[in-house]
């Protein structure tokens, strides 16, 4: 199986800045693309920015310009870069991969535990 282990959630003022780091550990035949979702209180969780294997990138109309997502494939990790915070990004925060633990298995989606963000006015 795969594990996914995030950091760097915390409390900034609105216009600071945050960088979020999910590692991913186990079994790992295979990672396929990554991405961080959020989730406010009360809302949905909604996707925030994902990033293929080879390194394409998509992102919510919301953080477009603000927040950049990379990864290290050496090391199966995501990280999500967050500039120029507001109130409105304030949530949980949660890193999500696709991946093959092994040959004999399909790719899976695995979730993280979540961190909060906070971003004070």
């Known amino acids: 199986q795969v594990q996914l282990v995030e950091s760097g959630g915390g409390l900034v003022q609105a216009g600071g800045s945050l960088r979020l780091s999910c590692a991913a550990s186990?079994?790992?035949?295979?990672?396929?693309?990554m991405g961080w979702y959020r989730q406010a209180p009360g809302k949905q969780r909604d996707l925030v920015a994902t990033i293929t294997s080879g390194g394409r990138t998509n992102y919510a109309d919301s953080v477009k310009g603000r927040f950049t997502i990379s990864r290290d494939n050496a090391k199966n990790t995501v990280y999500l870069q967050m500039n120029s915070l507001k109130p409105d990004d304030t949530a949980v925060y949660y890193c999500n991969c696709n991946a093959q633990y092994s040959i004999s298995y399909n790719p899976s989606n695995y979730w993280g535990q979540g961190t909060q963000v906070t971003v004070s006015s």
């Open positions: 186990g079994s790992i035949f295979r990672m396929n693309a």
